[in-house]
């Protein structure tokens, strides 16, 4: 079963209209730990739109269904650096599916139609994103196990505990820098478990480790 996080999202777009981009919402989706996929629950009105933002590698594959509650809400999707959509809702449809993502930042723009929007009506819905399949040119398991190994060599010492402390996410997942990561936690006994996150570079070279939990060095 795929572990999927479900975010409640109001939007409080500023925007004058769905056309100002840089006006509405953007709302980062962000996946748990060893989850595929993640589902976003959100509202617009009027002329106010809102944009989701998620992370992809080069070469996985990209499923997006989204489900309005008004039939003029309309999902558009643009691929990393791109100007034009690569799904248009209005003509294509509530659901779009790539078999090779490009390495960068997806973004899902929710937004009503003109006439609709003119009307000041409201749409409620839920946008769930699924990204599955290693990156290309990326190795199997013995690869990840490596980064996992490196990961707890790295952070040991800065926690200052043995490797065996550290408890590591079971996927390697994609970064918002383009490259790798893994997710963990750290125990140290009467400090409590702290929060760690290992980054990797695309060519899975080790890049650093992040403290998640604010005294977590």
């Known amino acids: 079963m795929i572990a999927r996080l479900v975010l409640a999202v109001t939007a409080l777009a500023m925007a004058p209209g769905p056309a100002a981009l840089a006006q509405d919402r953007t709302v980062p989706v962000r996946f748990q730990p060893g989850a595929t996929a993640a ?15 998620f ?23 643009y691929a990393p650096g791109a100007d034009e959509a690569v799904h248009v809702g209005s003509v294509a449809g509530n659901a779009f599916a790539q078999a090779a993502t490009r390495a960068g930042t997806y973004r899902a723009q929710v937004s009503l139609m003109r006439n609709a929007a003119r009307r000041n009506e409201t749409c409620r819905h839920t946008l769930s994103i699924e990204i599955t399949g ?11 196990a490596r980064l996992r190994d490196r990961c707890r060599a790295e952070a040991a010492p800065m926690y200052g505990v043995s490797p065996r402390r550290i408890a590591l996410a079971a996927r390697v997942g994609p970064s918002a820098e383009g490259g790798f990561q893994i997710d963990g936690t750290v125990d140290k006994g009467r400090e409590g478990v702290k929060k760690l996150r290992c980054l990797f570079t695309r060519e899975r070279g080790f890049d650093r480790v992040m403290a998640m939990t604010p005294d977590g060095r």
């Open 55 to 77: 992370e992809t590698v080069a070469g996985q594959t990209l499923q997006v269904l989204f489900t309005p509650s008004n039939r003029s809400c309309t999902l558009n999707v």
């Open 39 to 53: 589902t976003v629950k959100g509202s617009i009105r009027g002329d106010r739109g809102l944009n989701y933002t």
């Open 134 to 144: 290693r990156a290309a040119g990326s190795s199997a398991g013995g690869s990840d």
